[in-house]
């Protein structure tokens, strides 16, 4: 087994899995963020959620919130889902299919924070919604400009050539960062206070996984 394209970041190829121009790929560096991403899929599907406490300031007194079951399964669901996109985008060795798979972990961290009737969490939740689909004009953007300057959007068609314009890749780069709401969702509070744990872990997860493999992606075309 070869390093693949040349570059030390993916190691050892793995597997192929051919359709035509689309071809997902497995590497020592793609198939190690899939296996990671597995593993919270686990969690998430496993693991009973948290009941979230609140401590009053100053004194010994806290109390527990009552979160709806119906909420909690629905995060549940959109955690899984969230997993199951990033798995896609892991693995993808098509521009556009991680574009795509991209924008549906945006969608699903969106879903993840919402399930609840909490008036700032959800103003929030309204907020980045609003910056992911500004996310996917930048993220598909970046692919329509890949495919118009070299006609394709293969990976491994791309690989080494340096034909990808800089635009191409920097719009990938600011999609991934709004789709998966870093360093943009830090700056809420609200954010990391939804409850649910551990299916709100699944966005910081998934907002780490689709920023590393974007690296690999412009720095491989």
Known sequence: MSTMFGLPIEGEHLYTLEFGDIVPYFSLYTCSLFIFAAIFIIIAIITKPEKQATIVFG?????????????????????????????????????????????????????????????????AAFHYGIVAMVATVFLFGGAAIALATTGTLSIWALAGKNLVPIAAKIFLVFGVFGEGMAPFYIGKSEMIRAPGAPYVLMIHVSSLLIFLRVVEIVLTV
Not at 68 to 95: E, H, P, W, Y
């Open 59 to 123: 004194t010994d007194g806290f109390f527990e919130k009552e979160i709806n079951i119906s909420d909690l399964k629905f995060q549940r669901f959109m955690a899984i889902a969230c997993g199951l996109a990033t798995l896609g985008a892991m693995v993808s060795g098509d521009i556009f299919n991680y574009a795509l798979f991209t924008a549906l972990v945006g969608i699903t961290n969106i879903g993840i924070v919402a399930a609840t009737d909490n008036r700032h969490i959800l103003n």
